[in-house]
């Protein structure tokens, strides 16, 4: 979009290597499939950057990439790097990428069904570097933010509701006390007001100076959230620019947010008589 911060080359090319995460020409092959295609992203240190796009267009293969889980997947790096504060990752194994500070959330409440709360939030503190103390220090954090798993701790993590298992997922990779936090779909299958306690969460854990990579199809809650947001379509990036600027695309409001064409509306509106006011924000698929 000509004349804004909104642009179709992708990443702000001025991210330095020094600066949070910067992702440089990431392409991503499944076999044969080329699941990315040159994408570039930058994420300055303690900010909300969130990914949107459609089923398919390459958002979880992206997290994927980052935090080198994308062999169990049968997924493979074919060209690109990521670095993460100064230090390449591309290369490292993922224990070594929790070590250098990132913790993933996988799309799907991948909770230890059968193991108590307790232990599910032990298990996200095996990969951190930390002392006892820092460790101690994380769960108290985790307790502050989600107390139902304080409460819970003796349940068995298969029990808890969708909403809870949720929470047990986010809360197990902060007891990695991680500068920066991948989430992807975090809102996927929860009730319009659990899907908003788990925003409010998000601001608090940025709040609290952890940076969030956030994968979102309710591209409404992604951009509420989010300073700067990018689009992926078909494994490329479309659209890039100011959380805010995207949300006032037409392209993006129409394609993510379900926002009708507003002249049509009044058109209709004059020749149909008086119609319910359209409200200007619908959240996709809520």
């Not at 935090?67 to 504060?85: D, E, P």
């Not at 929790?98 to 799907?108: L, M």
Request: hydrophobic share 50%; proline share 4%; glycine share 12%.
């Amino acid at each position: 979009m000509a004349g804004s911060d909104v642009d179709d080359a992708g990443a702000d090319p001025s991210g330095a290597a020094g600066a949070g995460l910067v992702v440089r020409d990431l392409s991503v092959g499944y076999g044969p499939v080329r699941a990315l295609r040159r994408v570039s992203l930058d994420l300055p240190d303690g900010e909300v950057v969130a990914v949107l796009g459609a089923n398919g267009a390459g958002k979880s293969t992206l997290l994927r990439a980052i935090s080198r889980t994308l062999s169990f997947q049968g997924g493979a790096l074919a060209s690109g790097s990521v670095h993460f504060a100064g230090r390449r990752l591309d290369t490292l194994a993922p224990d070594r990428v929790v070590a250098a500070g990132i913790s993933h959330v996988p799309e799907g409440r991948q909770v230890f069904a059968r193991m108590t709360v307790a232990d599910n939030l032990r298990a996200g503190a095996l990969g951190s570097t930390g002392s006892r103390a820092a460790k101690a220090d994380a769960l108290r954090r985790v307790h502050a933010l989600f107390p139902v798993l304080a409460e819970r701790g003796a349940q068995r993590a298969g029990l808890l509701s969708g909403g809870e298992q949720q929470m047990l997922a986010v809360g197990r990779a902060l007891m990695a006390s991680p500068r920066l936090l991948l989430l992807d779909e975090p809102s996927l299958g929860l009730a319009p007001l659990m899907a908003a306690r788990i925003a409010d969460t998000i601001r608090e854990i940025n709040a609290q100076g952890t940076s969030v990579l956030l994968v979102e199809q309710n591209a409404a809650l992604a951009l509420r959230l989010a300073t700067r947001a990018y689009v992926l379509d078909v494994g490329e990036v479309a659209l890039a620019g100011a959380a805010a600027e995207l949300a006032a695309s037409d392209e993006v409001r129409r394609r993510y947010l379900g926002v009708v064409d507003e002249d049509a509306a009044d058109d209709a509106s004059r020749g149909l008589g008086a119609l319910p006011t359209l409200p200007r924000w619908v959240e996709a698929g809520r």
